[in-house]
């Protein structure tokens, strides 16, 4: 373990909990997943990038981001003979859980290709969606059903979570966890508005 004496000479602790490496798929195993899920450690496994383009406009080789998620702190030493079970390249401590899981699909990066986040893979228990969610997605999701409700006269409750459970996972895990009642009582008042209903 690196531990270094600062200058009024107390040890730092250079361990963290969360680090991230980089898998190529022509180096890794064609089980590495299952391999990585053996180990029982939250992990998250971006889609593989395979659109991202370097600064001189080539396309550069095919990738997969992963974050592992420590219940306590490891060193770099620690880590590094986990990702060799992986053939993990490179190690990188990650100072934002949030930040960094957001960029497994660049979703605050529209200048770069923008990648599915129901295609990342969560390993060891992780939640992916709890962590990278933030208020202005369930906004701009509720924003959206709003307007396909009027485009497409849905009135009832029931037709708009059919719908995203089959086309719109992101509308419904916001329509599962917070945004029930906010749609509930737009189509409520929607329907009254429209005369299918009785006034309250």
């Known amino acids: 373990m690196a531990i270094q004496k600062s200058n009024t000479g107390a040890k730092k602790d250079d361990r963290r909990r969360n680090f991230a490496t980089v898998v190529y798929p022509e180096s890794a195993s064609d089980n590495w997943i299952e391999v990585l899920g053996e180990l029982c450690i939250p992990?998250?496994?971006?889609?593989?990038?395979?659109?991202d383009v370097n600064p001189t406009g080539e396309i550069k080789k095919a990738h997969y981001?992963?974050?592992?998620m420590f219940e306590g702190k490891k060193s770099q030493e620690q880590v590094r003979e986990i990702l060799e079970k992986i053939n993990g390249v490179g190690i990188e401590e990650v100072q934002s859980l949030r930040g960094?899981?957001?960029?497994?699909?660049?979703l605050d990066n529209p200048?770069?290709?923008q990648y599915n986040v129901d295609d990342v893979v969560c390993v060891g228990g992780a939640d992916y969606t709890s962590i990278i969610d933030?208020?202005?997605n369930r906004y701009k999701a509720i924003k959206e059903m709003m307007a396909y409700c009027t485009e497409h006269d849905i009135y009832a409750y029931s037709d708009l979570l059919e719908y995203a459970s089959e086309?719109?996972?992101?509308?419904?895990?916001?329509?599962?966890?917070s945004g029930t009642i906010v749609i509930k009582e737009y189509l409520k008042s929607k329907s009254w508005k429209a005369g299918r209903i009785s006034a309250p």
């Open 111 to 113: 200048e770069k290709a």
């Open 65 to 68: 981001h992963v974050i592992l």
């Open 100 to 106: 960094y899981a957001r960029y497994l699909c660049h």
């Open 167 to 177: 086309n719109h996972m992101d509308w419904f895990r916001v329509l599962c966890d």
């Open 134 to 136: 933030l208020p202005k």
């Open 43 to 51: 992990a998250f496994i971006s889609p593989l990038h395979d659109q």
